[in-house]
C-alpha cells in the first residue's frame, strides 16, 4: 500500500518542483510518516484517488495535525480531498480533541481554497507557508 501512496506523493512533489513536500529527503519524510503518522485513503474503481497522513495523538494541545494531504491527478476535482479532510475531522472529534491544523505553502491557492471552504482558517504567517486551523468542538 505505502509504495504506491509514495509513488503518487513523489510524482507531486516532482511536477513541483520540489515545493510539494519541502523537506530536505523526500524518502525520510515518508519513511516518518509511515512509522508514526496514521493514514486514510481513498479509492475509486480499485484506485488510490488519495490519502492524507495525520496525527491525533498530542493530548496536550488536543489537536490533530495533517502533515500530508494529496489528491491523484486523475482524481481531482472529484471530492477526495474535501472527504480525507473530513475523515480527519471525524477521527480528532472521536477521540475528544479540539481541534485540527496543517501547515499549507502560500502559493498553493488550490489547497488553501479547500481548507477554508472546510472551515480552516490562517493562524500564523510565516515566510512561504501559512498554519491554519480549525475548532471542531
Do not use: W
Amino acid at each position: 500500500m505505502f509504495d504506491k501512496l509514495f509513488e503518487i506523493a513523489k510524482e507531486e512533489n516532482d511536477q513541483q518542483g520540489g515545493d510539494f513536500m519541502r523537506v530536505p529527503c523526500v524518502n525520510s519524510y515518508l519513511d516518518k510518516l509511515k512509522n508514526n503518522a496514521e493514514f486514510v485513503t481513498h479509492s475509486i474503481a480499485s484506485e488510490y484517488a488519495g490519502f492524507v497522513a495525520f496525527y491525533c495523538n498530542n493530548r496536550e494541545s488536543s489537536e490533530s495535525f495533517i502533515s500530508l494531504i494529496i489528491t491523484s491527478p486523475g482524481f481531482r476535482g472529484k471530492k477526495v480531498g474535501s472527504t480525507l479532510i473530513d475523515s480527519v475531522l471525524n477521527i480528532t472529534r472521536s477521540r475528544g480533541f479540539d481541534a485540527c491544523a496543517l501547515e499549507v505553502a502560500k502559493s498553493n491557492k488550490g489547497a488553501i481554497a479547500l481548507y477554508e471552504r472546510k472551515g480552516f482558517r490562517i493562524v500564523e504567517n510565516k515566510d512561504d507557508s501559512f498554519i491554519m486551523r480549525i475548532d471542531i468542538t
